[in-house]
């Protein structure tokens, strides 16, 4: 009968998603009803509190999201992105996907996707327009760029986190953030690989009128400045230098922890890198130099406000599934059927996704689901947690209320509905070869 109630309560929480409720007072409001169902209310108020300071979250993002809003303020995003998209005003036919790529690789340094396709977009937007290229379309570029996953190639990215504390904690594995971007890398390509020319197709042969007024000619573009360029790059690189693939030289230990402390040394040092890459960025601009640091705590700010309150919600409600015994359900109903075991890591969260818009919730809330099915059938429990994270990602770019799909449409005066029509079809296709890959790396 409980087992009935739980089901009820998570099919009224998908509803009121669906209805757009606000996605953190769905899912604590559904916590605490199972919790009290299952009569652990008092472990539902430990996991809140335990998540609040988590510092495997906090740190690396805080300061990930505090240097992403330096990078604004100094203008070395955008200095960047005129980097990368200087090749595509010369070669028109690369205008569509040259965008969607140019969207990926400025997600890997600025986790945000919202920020992602702001920065792009003011660059973008006038070019691909004078080009003649249809607003709708420049909005889905943006939008498949911006959010299908490119903030999963660095180690700040909270979905790394998720995977890394999940797999230390359950299969005694120590697993770092920076461990799981090379697992990320062959399949989110995979995912490119299909996605990146299926849009571009369709695209085409959608072959939309250009806009009925000829538009403008963009104003000319400031000189590149290739050091600022090179700041948002910086903090990967060092990171990379001190971990995996590289791992050239190591930062003691002593730099980043206390004897007495019980901090994580891997989210030390990916907050270390971003604040280095904070004082880079100070030092190439003197008039922002001065507020740098009032920029980076409001970025904190917003990441504590933002992602961290998704982080902390998720897990209490993947926690209050997890007392239901609706999680030992579903892992018993993998384990009996374990070709079922990919399918549902990547149906689950893109679903889930797309209903409340949030990648990170969805990820925090579900990947722990599968770690008894992957134990008991003895699976690699982080592709498992790279299927979940790409199939979260291209969830949320498939969401009308995702925050990303809402600003791509207000930087192309569109609808965030029509964006994600256009988006879907790549995503899917995408999403089915990754999850074929992935039942073969599993099961073959």
């Known amino acids: 009968m409980s087992l009935a109630l739980s089901a009820l309560i998570i099919l009224a929480a998908a509803w009121a998603l669906f209805r757009k409720v606000e996605v953190r007072l769905v899912l604590i409001l559904a916590a605490l009803a199972l919790s009290v169902l299952a009569g652990q209310l008092d472990a539902l108020l430990r996991t809140f509190l335990h998540a609040l300071a988590d510092e495997k979250f906090v740190v690396p993002i805080c300061c990930a999201m505090g240097f992403a809003h330096v990078l604004k303020l100094t203008q070395c995003d955008t200095h960047l992105v005129l980097l990368l998209t200087k090749p595509l005003r010369r070669v028109r036919v690369l205008l569509v996907p040259g965008t969607v790529l140019a969207g990926v690789l400025v997600n890997v340094p600025i986790i945000s996707q919202t920020s992602t396709a702001l920065t792009l977009g003011a660059v973008l937007v006038p070019v691909l327009r004078a080009a003649g290229v249809p607003l709708p379309t420049i909005g889905a570029a943006l939008l498949l760029g911006s959010s299908i996953g490119g903030e999963l190639l660095n180690p700040g990215a909270p979905e790394l986190a998720t995977i890394a504390k999940v797999v230390s904690d359950r299969f ?9 971007v090379g697992r990320v890398a062959p399949l989110l390509l995979l995912h490119l690989a299909v996605a990146v020319p299926l849009f571009t197709w369709l695209t085409w042969r959608r072959a939309e009128p250009a806009p009925a007024e000829p538009q403008a000619e963009p104003e000319a573009t400031p000189a590149i400045r290739y050091d600022k360029a090179a700041i948002p790059l910086l903090p990967l690189a060092l990171l990379f230098l001190v971990g995996p693939p590289l791992n050239l030289f190591t930062v003691p230990e002593s730099w980043l922890l206390s004897p007495d402390s019980h901090g994580t040394y891997g989210a030390r040092l990916i907050g270390a890198a971003m604040l280095v890459g904070v ?43 997890e007392l239901s015994g609706l999680a030992a359900e579903l892992g018993a109903l993998i384990t009996r059927f374990p070709a079922l075991l990919v399918p549902a890591a990547a149906a689950l969260p893109l679903t889930f996704a797309a209903l409340s818009g949030s990648g990170i919730g969805a990820t925090n809330s579900l990947y722990g689901f599968f770690a008894e099915p992957c134990r008991a059938l003895d699976a690699d429990p982080v592709l498992i947690g790279v299927v979940v994270a790409l199939a979260s990602a291209a969830g949320r770019t498939m969401s009308a209320v995702a925050a990303v799909a809402l600003m791509c449409a207000s930087l192309t005066q569109t609808t965030s509905l029509d964006l994600v029509r256009r988006v879907a079809v790549p995503l899917l296709a995408g999403m089915t070869a990754v999850t074929l890959v992935a039942m073969f790396l599993v099961h073959g």
């Open 172 to 180: 005694e594995q120590p697993l770092s953030a920076a461990d799981c």
């Open 279 to 321: 004082a880079a960025a100070a030092l190439t601009d003197r008039q922002a130099a001065s507020r740098t640091m009032v920029s980076f705590f409001e970025g904190a700010g917003y990441a504590y406000a933002h992602i961290i309150s998704l982080i902390v919600v998720g897990t209490c409600f993947g926690k209050s599934v």
